[in-house]
């Protein structure tokens, strides 16, 4: 059956074609998921957040060609909502993992690169992490994140220049 009969079964209230529709596309979610939350048990719960919400809200999908963007924005807004919660807690294994010295100069590299992310403004985080971690297209993103395809490019260019500065490069 073909991604549209999917779309519309599950519209139709076929559970069946939910679950088909979302195991077909599942590594896309969980890589996306993942950028976005930095850890697999995050990842897991937004997903799981993300079903529960096309679950409840399939039947107001009018395009059914725009599932995957539809379902990607849903995702990306679990995400956020998660990240927002998770700033109020502080994780033991964070805690656990500042003694250890495993690693050190790959862990080292990470924090580098996260910490001149972190200098930037969230949309054009957003955008560099879509582009190059999830290695997405300007047209994807720009529907996952809801901005004009203009806005998308802006955010990387200006992300990649603000990002060679604070590495000490030359843009």
Known sequence: MDKIQLVKGAKAGSK???????????????????VYTGRQ???????????????????????????????????????KSLLRKRKKLIFLEKLEEKGYQEN?????S???????LQKLNPGQQEAIKLKYFLDM???????????????????ISLGLKKLKEYMG???
């Open 16 to 34: 069946e074609a939910l679950v088909q529709l979302i195991m077909d596309n599942k590594k896309e979610y969980y890589k996306l998921a993942y």
């Open 41 to 79: 048990e995050d990842a897991l719960d937004a997903m799981a957040d993300m079903i529960v919400i096309l679950y409840e809200n399939i039947y107001k999908l009018k395009d059914e060609q725009a599932f995957d963007s539809w379902s990607k924005t849903i995702l990306v807004n679990c995400c």
């Open 104 to 108: 050190l100069a790959s862990k080292e």
């Open 110 to 116: 990470k924090i580098d690169l996260d910490n001149y």
């Open 137 to 155: 297209d300007n047209a994807t993103i720009s529907q996952v994140l809801k901005v004009p395809i203009g806005t998308v490019k802006s955010r």
């Open 169 to 171: 490069g030359e843009y």
